[in-house]
T-cell receptor
Framework: DQQVKQNSPSLSVQEGRISILNCDYT??????FLWYKKYPAEGPTFLIS?????DKNEDGRFTVFLNKSAKHLSLHIVPSQPGDSAVYFC????????????FGQGTELSVKP | NAGVMQNPRHLVRRRGQEARLRCSPM?????VYWYRQLPEEGLKFMVY????????ESGMPKERFSAEFPKEGPSILRIQQVVRGDSAAYFC???????????????FGPGTRLTVL
């Protein structure tokens, strides 16, 4: 039972353009969401998070949007840079049951110069 | 300002041997989590520990796997009698004390890649 889904295994974007990575979830009890970036042979690196009381959170080039009614979140990267090329994972949890993060399968982003 | 440390980075075991994976959380962090990533898949939660306590082990296989986080020293994930299907990347994450029972951002180590021959 895949509670968090990233339906696009890969995405290719031109440098300077916007990258949009999508994530869907099925469990309406999730109320805290995070995005991680992962390079090969390294651990995931935290990027940005959002709680369900918000619909947007911004940090520099990264913005996360949450649509609770659609059970959908997205990560926007503007402008995209070649160094952003990595696998991006979204993760979800229930805030008051701390600990367990449920991860999507990941989307591999390739930013071409 | 050291991050989460894991060792070894690579571990090769033959079927039936034991694997011990170590994790030292970030300074000041008292919560440790273990995740497993099989090839071509996302990370799967295994266990959540605080010092000397297992808080949530709902993702741990019932047999052969155990985890501990002693008062002193690193957290250990132990796999007894390894099988080929245990080959995976095992990631440890830590988070600060925060509000007990509430999710906080987890910071990941570089992982241990276990290969079972």
């Amino acid at each position: 039972d895949q509670q968090v889904k990233q339906n696009s295994p890969s995405l290719s974007v031109q440098e300077g353009r916007i990258s949009i990575l999508n994530c869907d979830y099925t469990n309406s009890m999730f109320d805290y969401f995070l995005w991680y970036k992962k390079y090969p042979a390294e651990g995931p690196t935290f990027l940005i998070s959002i709680s369900s009381i918000k619909d947007k959170n911004e940090d520099g080039r990264f913005t996360v949007f949450l649509n609770k009614s659609a059970k959908h979140l997205s990560l926007h990267i503007v402008p995209s840079q070649p160094g952003d090329s990595a696998v991006y994972f979204c993760a979800a949890s229930r805030y008051n049951q701390g600990g367990k993060l449920i991860f999507g399968q990941g989307t591999e982003l390739s930013v071409k110069p | 300002n050291a991050g989460v440390m894991q060792n070894p980075r690579h571990l090769v075991r033959r079927r039936g041997q034991e694997a011990r994976l170590r994790c030292s959380p970030m300074k000041g962090h008292s919560h440790v989590y273990w995740y497993r990533q099989l090839p071509e898949e996302g990370l799967k939660f295994m266990v959540y520990l605080q010092k000397e306590n297992i808080i949530d082990e709902s993702g741990m296989p019932k047999e052969r796997f155990s985890a501990e986080f002693p008062k002193e020293g690193p957290s250990i994930l132990r796999i007894q009698q390894v099988v080929r299907g245990d080959s995976a990347a095992y990631f440890c994450a830590s988070s600060p004390p925060g509000i007990a029972g509430f999710t906080d951002t987890q910071y990941f180590g570089p992982g241990t890649r276990l290969t079972v021959l």
